[in-house]
C-alpha cells in the first residue's frame, strides 16, 4: 500500500459517472445516456478536421486565437474575454480552484449538475443544494442558501438532468439580490437547443459594475464535437486573468479548435439541428406523457422521464438496455425513479416510446 496519502478530505469524493456505452449480450447499441447530438457534427467540422493530417507535430494555439474571435463575432462578445478550455467542465474546476477553499461554500440547486458539488469537494469545500420547486431551480431557495461562507453560486440553464429552464427575468433577479462577492456561474451548456424570447444565456450580465458573472458554454452537444473536447467561458476581464493563470498549457487541441470554428461559420447545421430535436423532443414527450408517464419540460436534447417508484424506473431502464437503448439512471442525483433519455433520431425515440407502452 503507498505511503504517500492524498489530502484527507478528497477521500469524501465519488468520481463523475459517465452514460454507460454498453450492454453485455447486445451487439447494437444506441447510447441515450449522454445527450450527444443525434445528427453529428457539421460536414464544416468534419472537413477542417481533415485538414489537420499534415501538421500533427506542431502545438495548437495556446491561447485559441481564432476560435476566441470566431466565437466572439458569432455571440457579439469581446474576445479578449473569452477562455477556451477542453470542455465546460475542466472551466467548472479551475474556478472553484480560484475563488473557493476549505470551509467555504459552494451552492447549486438541488437537481443541478454533479460536476458542481465534485468541484466543490475537489476544494474541500462543503457543497450546499438549495432545494427546488417541481424539479427546477428556485431563486428564492437559492437565496435563502447563501451564508457567509458562500463564495460561488453555479446555475444551469436549462438544467443537466431535468432539463428544465428558468426565464432571463429570473437569472437577473437572483444576480441583482446575490453578494457581489459571490461568484455566479450560469451554466450554458445546453443553450443553444433555447430560442423562446424569455431566454438569455446571462452574457449581458458579465460587464456589469459588480464583475461576478460568468458564463459557460461548450461544443459536446448541439456542435456534435463531445469527442473533441472544447468549450469556453465569457467573464469579467479580472477573472479572464485567474483563469488563464491557472489553466494548463495546449488544453485545447488544434482539432478541436479547427472543428470549432468551421461549426461555428455553419449555422444551418445548428438550425438543423435544432428544429430536429424541437420537433422530436416534442413528440416523444407528448406520447410518453399519454402514456401516462410524467415527464418534466425539457429546454434541452433530453427528456427526464418520472416513473412511478424506483423499482419501475429500474425495470424501464433493463427493458431498454435489452432491446439496445441505453438511457441514463439518476440515482447519483437522488432521482432513482428517474430516467434521462437523449433525444436521439426519430426511429430510436418510437422504439423507446414502443418499449415504455408495453410496460403499461
Known sequence: MSKVKPLSYLAVIEPYLPGDFAVEGVEE?????????????????????????????????SLATELRNTIAEKYSLAPEQIV?????????????????????????????????????????????????????ASVDSLLNCVSERTRILFLANPNN???????????????????????????????????????RDGSSLVNTAAGNVVVLHTFSKIYGLAALRVGWAYAPPEIVEVLNNLRGVFTVSAAAQACAVAALHDEAHLLKSRAHNDATRASLSTQLAALGFNVLPSAANFVCVQFTNSVAAAAADLLLRQNGLIPRTLNEYDMPDCLRITVGLTRHCDKVVQLLASTR
Not at 445516456?33 to 502545438?59: D, H, R, V
Not at 426565464?167 to 423562446?196: K, M, N, Q, T, W
Open 29 to 61: 447499441i444506441v447510447k441515450l445516456s449522454s445527450n450527444e447530438s443525434p445528427l453529428g457534427p457539421s460536414p464544416k467540422a468534419i472537413e477542417a478536421l481533415a485538414t489537420l493530417q499534415s501538421s500533427l507535430q506542431i502545438y495548437p494555439d
Open 84 to 136: 477556451c478550455e477542453a470542455g465546460s467542465e475542466p472551466i467548472i474546476n479551475l474556478l472553484a480552484r480560484a475563488y473557493s477553499q476549505i470551509g467555504d461554500e459552494i451552492l447549486f440547486s438541488q437537481y443541478g449538475f454533479i460536476a458542481y458539488k465534485i468541484a466543490a469537494l475537489s476544494m474541500g469545500a462543503t457543497p450546499v443544494a438549495a432545494p427546488e420547486i417541481a424539479y427546477t
Open 161 to 199: 438532468p431535468t432539463g428544465t429552464q428558468l426565464p432571463f427575468s429570473e437569472i437577473e433577479r437572483l444576480r441583482d439580490s446575490l453578494r457581489e462577492d459571490i461568484l455566479l456561474v450560469l451554466d450554458a451548456a445546453y443553450a443553444e437547443y433555447c430560442h423562446g424570447d424569455e431566454y
